[in-house]
């Protein structure tokens, strides 16, 4: 095999897995690896790539069959979605009465590991969204890890869910906390890929800096 064709093997892997990590749960919330026919996806994602489609697949009763697929996976996710928030509601309830959990009037709660120094983020110093220098793991309640920073990363703190933003808006530089973030200062309903609709969210983050 040329060096040419194992490029094409290994992106072609790489785009077929943002698709069915990323970029089809975000389009098709509720859709499982069981619902996709693997070579029927391959060429649909070729023949969309040339602008040809193969007619004697998509017959007569493809606007039957789209509207029976997106109910079935609408139904999946308000399921999903449901019992997500509940789980949520729980861990965050029995969360709460830990010594050393603080719950603020969002519903925020947050346990400070290291304390930090005593400067935190002020508008007049920052202003209203400035960059903010971080490490962070994220994990859903049941304790799987959906991201993390290998290193610091930097992004605007207003670009980010509202938990997020409140916990760097109000940890000092240099503390780590583990913050849980109630699925209405999240993603709500829109949680993508192994996220999921309405889940609560658990992050240990460490603000390393704040820059105007």
Same mark, same amino acid.
């Given at each position: 095999?040329?060096?040419?064709?194992?490029?094409?093997?290994?992106?072609?892997? $790489?785009?077929?897995?943002?698709?069915?990590?990323?970029?089809?749960?975000?389009?098709?919330?509720?859709?499982?690896?069981?619902?996709?026919? =693997?070579?029927?996806?391959?060429?649909? *994602?070729?023949?969309?790539?040339?602008?040809?489609?193969?007619?004697?697949?998509?017959?007569?009763?493809?606007?039957?069959?789209?509207? /029976?697929?997106?109910?079935? $996976?609408?139904?999946?996710?308000?399921?999903?979605?449901?019992?997500?928030? /509940?789980?949520?509601?729980?861990?965050?309830?029995? +969360? =709460?009465?830990?010594?050393?959990?603080?719950?603020?009037?969002?519903?925020?709660?947050?346990? *400070?590991?290291? &304390?930090? =120094?005593?400067?935190?983020?002020?508008?007049?110093?920052?202003?209203?969204? &400035?960059?903010?220098?971080?490490?962070?793991?994220? %994990?859903?309640?049941?304790? %799987?890890?959906?991201?993390?920073?290998?290193?610091?990363?930097?992004? +605007?703190?207003?670009? *980010?869910?509202?938990?997020?933003?409140?916990?760097?808006?109000?940890? &000092?530089?240099?503390?780590?906390?583990? *913050? %849980?973030? &109630?699925? +209405?200062?999240?993603?709500?309903?829109?949680?993508?890929?192994?996220?999921?609709? +309405?889940?609560?969210?658990?992050?240990?983050?460490?603000?390393?800096?704040?820059?105007?």
């Amino acid at each position: 095999m040329s060096e040419q064709d194992l490029m094409k093997e290994v992106m072609s892997y $790489l785009v077929g897995y943002r698709l069915g990590t990323q970029i089809l749960p975000q389009m098709l919330p509720g859709i499982e690896a069981g619902d996709i026919v =693997g070579d029927k996806l391959s060429k649909g *994602v070729a023949d969309g790539l040339a602008g040809d489609m193969d007619l004697s697949i998509v017959n007569e009763k493809v606007q039957q069959y789209q509207q /029976e697929f997106i109910a079935m $996976l609408r139904k999946r996710a308000e399921a999903r979605g449901s019992a997500n928030l /509940e789980l949520g509601r729980k861990y965050m309830e029995e +969360n =709460g009465k830990k010594a050393g959990v603080v719950t603020t009037a969002s519903g925020l709660q947050y346990e *400070v590991l290291t &304390p930090g =120094g005593c400067e935190k983020y002020s508008e007049e110093v920052y202003g209203k969204a &400035p960059t903010a220098k971080v490490m962070y793991k994220g %994990t859903l309640v049941d304790g %799987t890890v959906f991201d993390q920073s290998p290193q610091p990363v930097e992004f +605007n703190i207003r670009q *980010v869910i509202p938990g997020f933003t409140e916990a760097l808006t109000t940890m &000092p530089i240099g503390a780590k906390w583990r *913050v %849980t973030i &109630p699925s +209405n200062l999240a993603y709500g309903a829109n949680g993508p890929g192994s996220i999921g609709p +309405n889940s609560t969210l658990i992050f240990e983050m460490e603000l390393l800096g704040l820059t105007k």
